[in-house]
């Protein structure tokens, strides 16, 4: 089966008002609350493996913002994370099609863009849902896990670049020793690709 290409989320006119951090902040936990409700569970939700499995706290304000096109000469970028949990059951199919009604309902786009079984009889479903004004879900589903990537608007407003220096040198101040510690090598000391993607 081919797989129908997706585009990315558009960006707004320059002559559109664009959120600002804490605008998006709100409605990519919004988003991801309300895609948690939809699938009949709201417990046991958690960050994915590079946030070391934290429990689901929109409050921490854990994202990524990663570039999502331009608005004139600005870079526009969108908040951006996942929500994981353990499988529902092994049998993806029930949960992708419950997520699939649901974001229909709101106005999306849906793609199912993998339905995979192996010989075995491990499973794995994906799925794109957009929205005109750039929102995306992704959903990937096997037997063993449920994920949902969230991703808001896109927007160039100056609160973003500021909320983002802010959180690296918390990030950066959090890495230093205290004057009891012994100072760590370089190594253990620097700021990894990682970090700068995923430790707001």
Not at 12 to 24: D, F, N, R, V, W
Not at 69 to 96: R, Y
Request: aromatic letters at 8%; proline letters at 9%.
């Amino acid at each position: 089966m081919s797989v129908p290409a997706v585009s990315g989320p558009a960006p707004q006119s320059s002559g559109t008002p664009q959120k600002t951090i804490h605008e998006l902040l709100t409605q990519w936990a919004d988003l991801t609350n309300a895609a948690i409700a939809a699938t009949g569970d709201i417990e046991g939700w958690f960050r994915g493996p590079i946030q070391n499995g934290r429990p689901w706290d929109p409050a921490a304000e854990e994202v990524s913002l990663p570039p999502c096109g331009t608005v004139g000469s600005k870079t526009a970028h969108q908040v951006s994370n996942q929500v994981t949990h353990d499988a529902f059951e092994k049998d993806p199919h029930p949960i992708a099609d419950k997520l699939t009604a649901y974001w229909e309902s709101e106005g999306f786009t849906v793609l199912r863009t993998v339905d995979w079984t192996s010989p075995t009889g491990e499973m794995d479903v994906a799925i794109r849902a957009t929205r005109s004004d750039g929102v995306f879900y992704g959903l990937g589903v096997t037997s063993q896990v449920v994920a949902i990537d969230v991703s808001s608007e896109c927007s160039t407003h100056p609160s973003i670049d500021t909320w983002a220096e802010k959180r690296v040198e918390e990030r950066w101040k959090s890495l230093q020793p205290t004057p009891s510690e012994p100072t760590p090598s370089p190594a253990a000391d620097a700021v990894t690709d990682d970090d700068w993607f995923w430790g707001f």
